[in-house]
């Protein structure tokens, strides 16, 4: 299984890295030039070519792991998912926490224009934190002193965006662990708060500042708690590349932005409030195994990432071949044997990769050999 990880983890990222460079490539080409005649029609642009990257990753969730998303949603909540604006908090669990909010976009039809409240850090990862940036993601230092400007003018600027956004948020400021929820219960027990047993306490800071500058333009916030069954292996990052199946259960409540408090501190406190109603629908989560108020909503599996990864594959498939045609790789035996060996590996389950990795095999095989010498002298000829 490790082998087969790895034997997927190698093209997958070289997959992604070179399609990625090239929908990089094309984003600052759009930035450039495009973007100061008409910012509207850069981000139609720019939607469309974060997304081409992004089902790539939502591939993997799909289609490799075959994680299965179950959402717990009103009618009424599900049909506006995707056709309004809106600002989204959720509990932090995992590592993939943010690839569950980017399938659960990809559902409702808003992949592209998904947005984040992000480390500084993130937007210089290549690739995917370049992409981020040319996507209009918030970077934050985790400085309050440094990042409040920063979130106010970023969300002011999200005003006149062309198609309906999500912006999520995660309040607790940090990805759940047992040690961190020892270290949140003794400060609630210190403050004389609720006593959290399946999240942290809120940072109502950025929260009350995301609140403050989207009422004027956002309709709602949605409410989205991340659960596990018990019988389900937990689907970490790792997991997905060995292609292990999990169950998540999303559960989604919508709250209308203009019913919450005017004040800051209003606000704050009921941030804290839905973390301790959170709390208690994950307590009720462990006994019954499922989220039984609300109505489970099957959302299908769109086949749009597969069509898209093919493409790239494919793409990419094609201009190495027609690099190593125009080059002299495949003109002698080694490279030949090479290639033939690469392919064979792509193609070949587990059990069988002893036999392909030996060249000796490969020597040994008559009409791999006659094969290759009919298309060396081939190449000869064109020389």
């Keep these: 299984m490790a082998i087969g990880a790895a034997l997927f983890i190698l093209p997958l990222g070289v997959l992604f890295f070179c399609s990625g460079l090239i929908v990089n490539i094309i984003q600052a080409i759009c930035f450039v030039f495009i973007r100061p005649l008409s910012k509207s029609t850069y981000r139609k642009i720019n939607r469309q070519l974060a997304e081409l990257l992004w089902l790539e990753l939502v591939w993997v969730f799909d289609w490799w792991a075959g994680v299965q998303i179950k959402v717990f949603a009103d009618k009424e909540t599900l049909c506006l998912m995707g056709k309004e604006h809106a600002l989204v908090i959720c509990n932090h669990r995992s590592d993939i926490d943010w690839l569950v909010g980017w399938v659960l976009a990809q559902r409702s039809g808003c992949l592209g224009s998904t947005l984040a409240v992000m480390k500084k850090s993130s937007k210089f990862l290549p690739v995917i934190g370049w992409s981020m940036w040319f996507s209009e993601y918030l970077f934050l230092q985790r400085s309050w002193a440094k990042d409040e400007n920063t ?48 999240v942290l306490i809120p940072r109502t800071k950025g929260f009350v500042s995301a609140v403050s500058n989207m009422r004027s333009f956002v309709p709602a916030i949605y409410d989205v708690t991340l659960a596990i069954p018990k019988s389900s292996p937990p689907p970490t990052m790792l ?3 060995k292609g292990k199946s999990s169950v998540v259960h999303i559960h989604v409540k919508r709250h209308l932005m203009k019913e919450l408090p005017e004040t800051d501190d209003g606000v704050a406190q009921w941030c804290k409030d839905i973390f301790v109603a959170k709390d208690a629908l994950l307590d009720k989560h462990k006994v019954e195994d499922t989220f039984s108020d609300q109505e489970l909503q099957d959302l299908g599996r769109p086949k749009k990432s597969l069509v898209v990864v093919t493409s790239w594959a494919c793409l990419l498939i094609f201009g190495a071949l027609k690099f190593l045609q125009r080059s002299s790789f495949l003109s002698s035996r080694k490279g030949i044997a090479f290639a033939v060996s690469s392919l064979a590996v792509c193609h070949t389950p587990d059990a069988h990769l002893d036999s392909i990795f030996s060249v000796r095999a490969l020597n040994n095989c008559q009409s791999c050999r006659s094969k290759v010498q009919a298309q060396r002298k081939t190449f000869r000829d064109r020389r």
């Excluded at 995660?170 to 759940?176: A, C, I, L, N």
């Design 151 to 198: 979130l106010k003018y970023g969300i002011q600027r999200l005003k006149d965006f062309p198609r309906p956004f999500w912006l999520a948020l995660f309040v607790e400021g940090t990805r759940f662990t047992l040690a961190k929820l020892s270290a949140a219960q003794e400060y609630a027990a210190s403050q004389g708060l609720a006593i959290p047993r399946n």
């Design 239 to 241: 997991n997905l590349f």
